[in-house]
C-alpha cells in the first residue's frame, strides 16, 4: 500500500483511496498494471468505461438527453482505449527497425522539440510539453520517425513525468543496442495550473543520461544544441 493510503477493509475509517492529494508518489519505472489488464478487449472496455461515465455525468446532474451530451459517454470512452491511452497495450507498441550507419556518422543525434502529450495519473488531466531525445551510434541508427512514435506511445497512458522520462530512455536503449541515450522533457501539467495552485507559468523539466552523456562535455553539448532557437 502506498504511503498515505488507507485500506477499504480498515475498521472504524471512512473508505478513503487516496489521500496523497499532489505528492508525487511512485513505486516503480514501469507501469501499474493488474496481471488481468488485457483479458478485456478494446471493444469490451469502450462498452465498460461508456457506462460508468454515463453515471459520473449523471451524478453531476448533466441531462444526458440533451443533444450536445448524450453521445460525450461514448466518445470519452473511445478516447480513453483509443487514443489518450492507447499506450498501456503493449500490442500498440510501434514496431523498430535499425539500419546500417553507412555514413559512419559518429557524433551524436538530436532530435529536439518532440510534441508530447500525456495525461497525469493522479488527476487525469493533461501534461503538454516538449522531448528532446540524443543518441550516438554504435553501428546502427533508427528512423527519426520511430523516436517520436516510442515517445508518443509512453506518453499515451496514465503518467508521472519521472517514469516517463525513464520508460521512453529505456526502451531507447533497448531499441538502439547502445547505452549512449540522453532525454530531457520540459512540460506543463494542468494538474496544476488548471486547478490547486493554478499556476500557468512553472514547467516541471526532467533528465535522463546514460553512457557517453553522463560525461560533462558530451552532456553539455547536447543541452547546447536543445537550447538554440
Known sequence: ??????????????????????????????????????????????????????????????????????????????????????????????????FENKYKYNEMLVEKDITLYSYCEHHFVPIIGKAHVAYISNGQVIGLSKINRLVEYYSKRPQVQERLTVQIAEALKEALKTDDVAIVIDSAHLCVSSRGVKDTASTTITAHYSGKFKEDQTKNEFLAFIQKK
Open 1 to 98: 500500500m502506498k504511503q498515505n493510503e488507507t485500506s477499504l477493509n480498515t475498521p472504524h475509517k471512512p473508505a478513503i483511496m487516496d489521500e496523497s492529494g499532489d505528492d508525487h508518489i511512485s513505486s516503480s519505472a514501469e507501469t501499474p498494471l493488474r496481471e488481468d489488464a488485457f483479458e478485456k478487449d478494446d471493444a469490451l472496455k469502450i462498452e465498460l468505461i461508456q457506462k460508468h461515465f454515463k453515471e459520473i455525468m449523471h451524478i453531476l446532474g448533466l441531462d444526458l438527453t440533451d443533444d450536445s451530451l448524450k453521445g460525450t459517454p461514448n466518445r470519452v470512452a473511445k478516447m480513453y482505449v483509443k487514443e489518450i491511452f492507447s499506450g498501456l497495450n503493449p500490442a500498440n507498441k510501434p514496431s523498430v527497425k535499425l
